[in-house]
């Protein structure tokens, strides 16, 4: 399913407008705050969310608020894709060869690791997390459990069920002679990103380094919250 970030001017007037997002049990609100992960960022009283879990009609309703910006990933920063010729077929540089001196194959040897333990099924309400009312006004966050929804979690006991194997040293293997391997060079095209999606990304999801409490320097990522492959991204 495709991912969409949703960046959003104005979040007062998207509670008003979606009153049912601040009911728990709203199937649309499930969607969106449980399905989708949770995953939003707020700036004062704007928002962006990764959206994975609504199409169609649910999210129709939302590209329609001239308040609210759907876009996928690559509309947002552009992207870098293989170049293809007339015909469509990809393009490609010289390839780069590698040398190989023969060596031996070296072979890991295992041994037993960390103990891993029959777990059991413990199941528990869902919890909830209200911040605002029953008439929409903000309140404290509270945590409630969900009168109808569970939660299942797997808790270790103290049965081992087995151990995990690990690589604790190599051995030669089978003599390996020299060989040459040949290494495909792509050629790239890039497609830029919409600029006016990428500022109001940038205002939202601020990217500046900051200290922490303890003096580190902390960079924030590029994507606020990574739900599929980046490297493409320009």
């Not at 929409?136 to 109808?148: D, L, R």
Request: with cysteine; aromatic share 12%; proline share 7%.
């Amino acid at each position: 399913m495709t991912t969409y970030y949703c960046m959003c001017d104005d979040v007062v007037q998207l509670l008003s407008d979606f009153p049912e997002l601040q009911d728990p049990e709203n199937a649309t609100r499930w969607k969106l705050k449980n399905l989708s992960g949770g995953h939003t960022h707020y700036n004062g009283n704007t928002s962006i969310k990764a959206l994975s879990s609504i199409e169609g009609e649910d999210l129709q309703k939302i590209k329609d608020k001239d308040y609210i910006h759907v876009a996928e990933i690559e509309d947002i920063f552009g992207q870098r894709v293989q170049s293809r010729d007339d015909d469509g077929n990809l393009m490609w540089d010289d390839p780069i060869e590698h040398f190989v001196a023969g060596h031996f194959r070296q072979v890991p040897v295992y041994g037993d690791g960390d103990p891993v333990y029959v777990k059991e099924v413990v199941e528990e309400p869902l919890m909830i997390k209200r911040d605002h009312d029953e008439d929409g006004n903000p309140i404290p966050e509270v945590w409630i459990p969900s009168p109808t929804r569970t939660v299942k979690t797997f808790v270790d006991t103290e049965e081992i069920n087995y151990y995990e194997q690990v690589i604790t040293g190599y051995t030669d293997g089978d003599w390996v002679d020299d060989y040459t391997w040949y290494e495909e060079v792509p050629q790239w095209d890039e497609i830029p990103g919409d600029p006016a999606l990428r500022a109001k990304y940038d205002a939202i999801w601020d990217q500046t380094p900051y200290t922490d409490e303890e003096g580190n320097t902390i960079n924030p990522p590029k994507v606020f919250l990574e739900l599929g492959p980046t490297e493409h991204l320009l």
